[in-house]
């Protein structure tokens, strides 16, 4: 279970109650997730969940929150930070950043279908455009930089061939990033961790999009380069799906049609996403954080994804 830092109820009802939230009646740790300590707060008013953030500073945490309220207020289904009365979004519990947002209807669909992969196209692409007038600019912080600095700590820990695939596939992002095709790739605020466990589904309805505490600034395509390699692949062997695959690219481009650089650069994005959590994984396995009962997501799954999207590319 991901608490790292425990709440009291006390604490939690005097939070919820400055947000104008109402009393409250439980408040239950919630299982599941790596990062921050989370939550379910249910009040007379509602249901929310409760966020203490663990690794994300004051001084990051506005792109996110504010990146969320700027996506609600335009239609999109992601969670709605509370303010107080001053307007903050961003509070202080046990010394740490905090926050509070609705908690979204539905649940996560882990076996997606077309229907499921469909969705998510659309709706990405939806984000996508509503997030383009943001105003607050923060990259992406699991980005080519953190790769650059993360994978000499990781490479100690591995063996030959996955050192040798590591350093070759972090040269040529390298390589890729310094093009001109990379340079015009539309960018914007993405959430750069659209995996099916933050999707919420009811049926086939997409219900909401959530956990932003990765989100930055980057090209529109490594988004969808994640989700392509979450959401359309067979999960034990990491091989593309090209039905589904199709689903969302092509739901996708009804919304936003890909550019020609994004065309270009499909297949070497597909790597860039895989090689993205391939290092998190290893850096989170070998080097892990002092947490209660936190289980590491296994690291060799995007590795075989990677190798996959480096023997067979996937273009359009
Ligand atoms: N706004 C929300 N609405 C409904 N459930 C949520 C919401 N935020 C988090 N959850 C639940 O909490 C779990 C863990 O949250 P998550 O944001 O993935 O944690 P972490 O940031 O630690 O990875 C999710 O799998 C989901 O079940
Ligand atoms: N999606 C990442 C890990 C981040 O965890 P999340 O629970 O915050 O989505 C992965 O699978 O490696």
């Not at 499921?116 to 943001?134: F, K, P």
Request: with cysteine.
């Amino acid at each position: 279970m991901a608490v790292f830092t425990e709440v009291t109820e006390t604490q939690a009802n005097d939070l919820m109650q400055s947000l104008n939230l109402g009393q409250l009646c439980a408040l239950r740790g919630i299982e599941g997730g790596i990062e921050n300590t989370n939550y379910f707060a249910t009040t007379d008013q509602g249901e929310y969940v409760l966020t203490v953030f663990e690794r994300l500073t004051h001084e990051q945490l506005p792109f996110y929150l504010f990146l969320m309220k700027h996506l609600a207020g335009r239609g999109i289904p992601v969670p709605d930070p509370a303010a107080n009365r001053d307007g903050d979004v961003l509070h202080t519990l046990s010394g740490k950043p905090a926050a509070v947002v609705n908690k979204l209807a539905g649940k996560s669909q882990l076996r997606p279908q077309t229907a499921h992969c469909a969705a998510v196209g659309d709706m990405l692409a939806r984000m996508h455009l509503a997030g383009s007038d943001y105003n607050r600019n923060q990259p992406n912080l699991r980005g080519l930089p953190w790769w650059n600095v993360t994978v000499p700590v990781v490479l100690p820990h591995l063996d030959e061939a996955q050192a040798s695939l590591l350093r070759s596939e972090l040269a040529y992002q390298n390589h890729i990033a310094q093009g001109a095709a990379y340079a015009a790739l539309p960018r914007g605020p993405v959430h750069a961790d659209l995996f099916r466990d933050n999707v919420m589904f009811d049926g086939e309805q997409l219900t909401g999009f959530f956990d932003f505490y990765f989100a930055g600034v980057d090209a529109w395509l490594f988004d969808l380069a994640v989700c392509l390699n979450d959401w359309c692949i067979d999960l034990p062997s990491g091989r593309h799906d090209p039905d589904r695959a199709l689903a969302m690219l092509h739901s996708y481009m009804a919304v936003r049609p890909l550019s020609a650089a994004e065309r270009e650069l499909l297949p070497a994005m597909l790597r860039a996403g895989a090689l993205r959590f391939w290092i998190s994984r290893l850096w989170d396995f070998f080097l892990p954080r002092e947490a209660s009962m936190l289980k590491p997501h296994d690291p060799t799954h995007f590795e075989r994804v990677l190798r996959g999207r480096i023997d067979q590319p996937v273009t359009l």
